[in-house]
């Protein structure tokens, strides 16, 4: 029997002032910090050898993969990094006040914008363009629905992480709000119109317990 723990970064300073991020690169704050450490503490205690993590491109992912992986003493342990695990894309809402856009738009759009599966939030009207994924051959998004991020998740899911937990190898995931939710939709059979209830908050452990055929047997949240 694998486990998987997921547990999203620690604060970011988006988060802290309340901004659309998405793929945008910011780093975590103090507070951020103390989280992912507190997460170490509570992972630490659950007395697991972990065979890889897998993580974002983005560094408040991956600050928070490193900060974790040292302090419960596995910081040899390989660290996947991909942009499958990215952020949602949130389009042309990206670095913008997330109450100003509430005025603008309405709290009920900017909640289906959120919080449901296929509402797609307003595109880009370019891509941009950055180099960390110029070899990746990866097309950055205009704009990610919950759905889409889910379909770009799940290939990442099957052909690198299943397999490692159907062979009795524990894994560690630390990634983003959206990328967790859309993950935790497809292990707890979340219906479409229900996932708009699933919350993550920064820096919380949530462990799964899975069967040799990787049905998900206990999931525990660690708060």
Request: some cysteine.
């Amino acid at each position: 029997m694998a486990t998987l723990v997921i547990t999203r970064h620690g604060e970011s300073q988006a988060n802290r002032d309340n901004i659309f991020t998405g793929w945008t690169d910011v780093p975590l704050t103090d507070k951020g910090v103390l989280q992912a450490q507190r997460a170490a503490k509570q992972i630490k205690q659950l007395g697991l050898d972990f065979d890889d993590v897998h993580t974002s491109m983005l560094q408040r992912a991956i600050v928070t993969a490193n900060l974790i992986c040292d302090m419960i003493g596995q910081s040899y342990i390989p660290i996947h990094k991909t942009w499958r695990l990215n952020e949602r894309h949130y389009g042309a809402l990206r670095g913008r006040n997330k109450e100003a856009v509430k005025e603008q738009y309405g709290a009920q759009q900017v909640a289906k914008w959120r919080r449901g599966f296929s509402a797609l939030p307003p595109k880009l009207a370019q891509a941009d363009h950055e180099r960390r994924y110029d070899d990746l051959g990866v097309k950055i998004p205009l704009s990610e629905s919950l759905k889409m991020t889910q379909e770009r998740l799940l290939p990442y899911w099957n052909d690198q992480i299943a397999p490692q937990l159907l062979d009795g190898k524990n894994q560690l995931i630390v990634a983003h709000g959206s990328t967790l939710r859309a993950l935790i939709k497809y292990l707890d059979q979340i219906p479409d119109d229900q996932i708009d209830h699933v919350e993550v908050a920064n820096g919380e452990p949530i462990i799964y317990q899975f069967d040799r055929q990787l049905r998900v047997m206990s999931k525990e949240t660690l708060d």
